[in-house]
């Protein structure tokens, strides 16, 4: 496609190509895990580090916190985490227990905002962490407020043996979700792990969903009298304070 | 110079253009506000769309979580957000205050980590926020490892009336800040905020700083009994967690 800019995919890929196991790299280190020429390689680093991106001690390069900023300019931009994050503090020191709110993008939840508590497991949730909505709690408030469900048809993975992975049976939870106006997803993620969702809109549309999450050991009781109502009262709250 | 890529420069640049202020823009107002022609900008944009990073419904073009992954880049290589978090959330629950860890770039702090609690005022910091490190506790125990300190000639910036903004004083508070091991900062950054601040060694090398920020109200006397202990406790255990 003519319109296609190669340089910004590679440039782009070369800043991606940096991560935990891969802190710091040399050029021939950058270029082997990107696939592109020492040469073209040597232009984009080059580039970066220019740009304030990226910095180099003359052999090896490591990225620089203004890489950052490209991420802010999708919170900064979405607007909901900054209006959501009060309310999840407030949520969370109420029912000691991890809220977080996410987007659907795709087939994907992407968390934009969290509070997390002691209480919860080995889960360490980040901004940006994507999970498969079908799974979760908040994919499935999100997904039950689309017209077409038609994109439901492809075999859904499983996630652990508790996953819905049956297309007709998922489009049925769907439907009682969107007539209830919350979802509850219980070990469908990750075992142990207990979630409760309710969907937050902006002029009546379905933009976002909170969650609250919780131990399967808590009894179902105490989810629906201690947890569900202050989980509906939250999302209105994010809802309303949402620029319209 | 013939190594600068420009077309990464100005893709950059696109996804820069979109914040709270315009959060979703025309191909006219992203020409307009980049500077490039109308025929550059619809490049980038369509190229970001294939990419996954842009989506568009024909008209507006709005940004996708996946530019999220960029941020996620420096963050993950980083390292230290991960090493630190857990301790962070162990020390605003003893202290009861705000905490938060960030790294030097240049003449200024960006956190990379933070554990905000409901006693902080209107302070809302995000990570990938810069501050001056000059004006920061957080910055002056960062400033103060550096064997050169030239860079400190040029003049200060005043944040408050209170700011060290002498480079000659500032050099004489960061010799103290060094034999001392922790730093104070009054009121130099924002009115009514008190914050203390230790370094992180990787490697007996200084490469980040712990703080933990409160209200001028709470008396000195508490600070350095109730706080700089545990802060100091901290940051020495965040610096063993480090992987050497």
New interface residues.
């Given amino acids: 496609?003519s319109?296609?800019?190669q340089?910004?995919?590679?440039?782009?890929a070369v800043?991606?190509a940096?991560?935990?196991d891969?802190?710091?790299m040399t050029l021939s280190d950058v270029a082997r895990v990107t696939g592109l020429t020492r040469a073209a390689a040597?232009?984009?680093l080059?580039?970066?580090v220019?740009?304030g991106?990226m910095r180099t001690d003359g052999r090896m390069f490591?990225?620089?916190?203004?890489?950052?900023?490209?991420?802010?300019?999708?919170?900064?931009?979405?607007?909901l985490p900054?209006v959501a994050?009060?309310h999840l503090?407030k949520l969370a020191?109420e029912v000691h227990e991890s809220c977080s709110v996410s987007?659907l993008?795709g087939s994907d939840i992407?968390y934009?905002a969290r509070v997390?508590t002691?209480r919860i497991m080995k889960v360490?949730i980040?901004?940006?962490t994507?999970f498969p909505a079908h799974a979760t709690s908040m994919g499935r408030v999100m997904l039950a407020a689309q017209d077409n469900m038609d994109f439901l048809d492809t075999p859904l993975p499983a996630l652990t043996d508790r996953t819905i992975t049956d297309p007709v049976e998922l489009k049925a939870e769907l439907v009682r979700v969107r007539a209830q106006g919350w979802s509850m997803v219980d070990e469908e993620l990750e075992h142990g792990l207990r979630s409760i969702a309710a969907p937050i809109r902006n002029k009546g549309k379905v933009i976002g969903a909170l969650n609250i999450s919780t131990h399967v050991s808590r009894p179902i009781d105490s989810v629906h009298t201690e947890l569900v109502p202050p989980l509906l009262t939250t999302a209105e709250a994010i809802s309303r304070d949402l620029p319209s």
């Fill in positions: 496609m319109d296609f800019v340089s910004l995919e590679r440039g782009l800043i991606r940096f991560d935990a891969h802190p710091e040597r232009r984009f080059l580039t970066l220019d740009l991106y490591m990225l620089r916190p203004k890489v950052l900023e490209l991420g802010y300019s999708y919170l900064s931009s979405l607007g900054d994050q009060p503090e020191l987007v993008d992407v934009v997390p002691k360490m980040e901004i940006g994507r």
